[in-house]
């Protein structure tokens, strides 16, 4: 029996975890090594999930939209002729 390798090199968490399970899904045996090619704990790595930089981007987009939707809705109650009053 013939046994292949192939490596790839990538800092993208989320790509590393997708190809991986894209090869088990296949039937392979898969596993992440890091740069000395001592092979990774997944597990931690499962957990992690959204990096800190994806979290502070979803929600400054989260207050964006709701910022937005607040204006509007207080727009809408100006141009009605019945100001909201706080």
Same mark, same amino acid.
């Given at each position: 029996? $013939?046994?292949?390798?192939?490596? $790839?090199?990538?800092d993208?968490?989320?790509?590393?975890?997708?190809?991986?399970?894209?090869?088990?899904?296949?039937?392979?045996?898969?596993?992440i090594?890091?740069? +000395?090619?001592?092979?990774?704990?997944?597990?931690?790595?499962?957990? +992690?999930g959204?990096?800190?930089?994806?979290?502070?981007l979803?929600?400054?987009?989260?207050?964006?939209?709701i910022?937005? $939707?607040l204006?509007?809705?207080?727009?809408? +109650?100006?141009?009605?002729?019945d100001?909201?009053?706080?």
């Amino acid at each position: 029996m $013939t046994i292949w390798t192939i490596r $790839t090199e990538t800092d993208d968490l989320e790509s590393v975890r997708e190809m991986v399970e894209d090869q088990r899904n296949r039937g392979y045996n898969a596993w992440i090594e890091d740069e +000395s090619g001592q092979r990774l704990d997944e597990e931690p790595l499962k957990k +992690s999930g959204r990096s800190l930089h994806q979290k502070a981007l979803g929600f400054i987009i989260w207050g964006i939209a709701i910022a937005v $939707t607040l204006g509007a809705l207080y727009a809408c +109650s100006l141009l009605s002729g019945d100001p909201l009053r706080i």
